[in-house]
């Protein structure tokens, strides 16, 4: 009997059929290589482990809600040496007669994927700058409004609205209600964040939720909020989770609170501690300005003992003119008793002078003395102007460039330097120097005239 003869494909096919059927979902562990992402958005790599390795795919397709899976793909990047647990079933690639694994989800080892996908983005945030100190905008001391993004009921919501009514009752609040969890939630956050910015008014937003898993506060871990956060013109301040809780942002945040009502004291100050610190202020500032009076006063007492008078002053400088003004006027007498003395003892010689013309002669004298005594006080200092201006101008004019000016020259011999007065002192084709007013010359004689 003949037995039955497959074909290659058939083959395959009954193998696949055999592989499927024996081998439900399973669950395999391995280290990821030889990975590739084409364009057709599928994921391709092996898995292998010390003695042995199998293809794996990753198909782009729809996925259970709770696999750790987002838009067809997995949350977190699959890196090449990572250790992996795989959900899969077995299955024959036919063309070419291989096995591999159709993988549905995938763990990493010892961690979950939500923490590596935590990690991941982290690091890569990190590196692109967002979470430097340098771009962190400072918290206003005392803002006029604020913006609280979170959940609309729950207990984050009264907390934060109580402490800031408590802490300054008269602060503005704006909510943003958003939900806190779940897929949709990335997306309401980030249209609350760019919603505030576009009004334009609020000094400081404050990001806000409860403690909870890593699941439960995984929308404050997306890079989408995380660049709404870092992008925002207004400063943030996240309050996401317990103290002892992480998130994306709150590293990206320009501050961290470690709870939501630690968020309500940090964002606005106690309203009776700033009234008091005012009085404080004020007090000090009011002792302080006693104490710069004080100080003034007794600096203006010492300078003012220190500076006389100034009627002191001007008496003293009144007594100085009195005595000046009685000097003068005692000099001016002696001067006038003197020229009548002066005038006297000249009247007893002429009444000894029998000649009449000579008594006329010094009478008229007398009489032009005494003109000239009365003005001579005046004109002392004018009469001494004039004639040093006489002796200047007959210096001048006895000085030789007066004598240059007026068109004279002096002539010399140039062998001997003697000075040439007459025609007979030179001969003919001497060389002589000559010098004018304004500089000198030489030249030779060609011809003399006798006169």
Same mark, same amino acid.
């Given at each position: ?114 923490? &590596?996908? =935590? ?7 990190? %590196? ?101 956060? =870092? ?65 003034? %006063? ?40 003197? /020229? ?29 003395? /005494?003109?000239? &005594? ?72 060609? %011809?003399?005239?006798?006169?």
């Amino acid at each position: 009997m003949m037995k039955e003869i497959l074909t290659v494909s058939a083959l395959n096919d009954q193998i696949k059929d055999l592989l499927e059927a024996g081998f439900a979902l399973l669950w395999v562990e391995g280290e990821v290589s030889n990975l590739r992402r084409p364009a057709s958005g599928h994921v391709y790599f092996t898995l292998k482990d010390e003695k042995s390795q199998i293809r794996a795919v990753i198909f782009r397709s729809p996925f259970a809600p709770k696999t750790p899976f987002q838009n067809h793909r997995p949350v977190f990047d699959l890196e090449e040496g990572m250790s992996m647990i795989c959900r899969a079933r077995v299955s024959v690639y036919q063309p070419r007669g291989e096995y591999q694994l159709i993988v549905d989800t995938v763990e990493p080892k010892g961690i979950g994927a939500l923490q &590596m996908a =935590f990690e991941q983005l982290k690091n890569r945030l990190e %590196k692109e700058g967002l979470f430097d100190a340098v771009h962190k905008k400072q918290i206003p001391f005392l803002p006029e409004r604020i913006g609280i993004i979170t959940s609309a009921t729950g207990a984050v919501i009264r907390d934060i609205l109580t402490i800031t009514r408590r802490r300054f009752p008269s602060v503005d609040i704006l909510v943003a209600p958003v939900r806190v969890q779940g897929s949709e939630a990335p997306a309401e956050i980030i249209q609350a964040i760019d919603q505030m910015n576009a009004i334009g008014d609020i000094d400081v937003m404050i990001l806000a939720r409860g403690g909870g898993s890593l699941e439960d506060l995984a929308p404050f871990n997306d890079e989408g909020v995380a660049r709404a956060i =870092f992008r925002s013109r207004i400063p943030v301040i996240s309050a996401v989770g317990h103290e002892t809780d992480f998130t994306i942002a709150d590293f990206v945040s320009d501050l961290r609170a470690p709870t939501p009502s630690a968020a309500a004291e940090l964002v606005v100050p106690m309203k009776q501690d700033l009234i008091a610190s005012l009085e404080n202020l004020h007090h000090r500032m009011f002792h302080l300005y006693r104490r710069m009076m004080n100080r003034f %006063k007794e600096r203006l007492n010492l300078l003012r003992e220190r500076l006389k008078d100034p009627k002191r002053r001007l008496a003293d400088f009144r007594l100085f003119a009195d005595d000046r003004l009685e000097k003068l006027q005692q000099i001016f007498h002696h001067k006038t008793q003197g /020229r009548k003395h002066d005038l006297i003892r000249l009247e007893s010689r002429l009444h000894q002078v029998c000649p009449l013309i000579h008594i006329r002669d010094h009478q008229f004298a007398l009489d032009h003395l /005494r003109k000239n &005594m009365i003005a001579e006080t005046g004109n002392t200092i004018e009469r001494f102007n004039n004639r040093l201006y006489s002796l200047t101008a007959m210096l001048n004019s006895l000085s030789p460039l007066a004598v240059l000016k007026r068109g004279y020259s002096i002539v010399r011999r140039l062998s001997d330097g003697e000075i040439i007065r007459r025609a007979d002192d030179i001969s003919l084709g001497c060389d002589v120097h000559v010098k004018v007013l304004s500089g000198s010359f030489e030249t030779r004689v060609t %011809k003399i005239y006798e006169e």
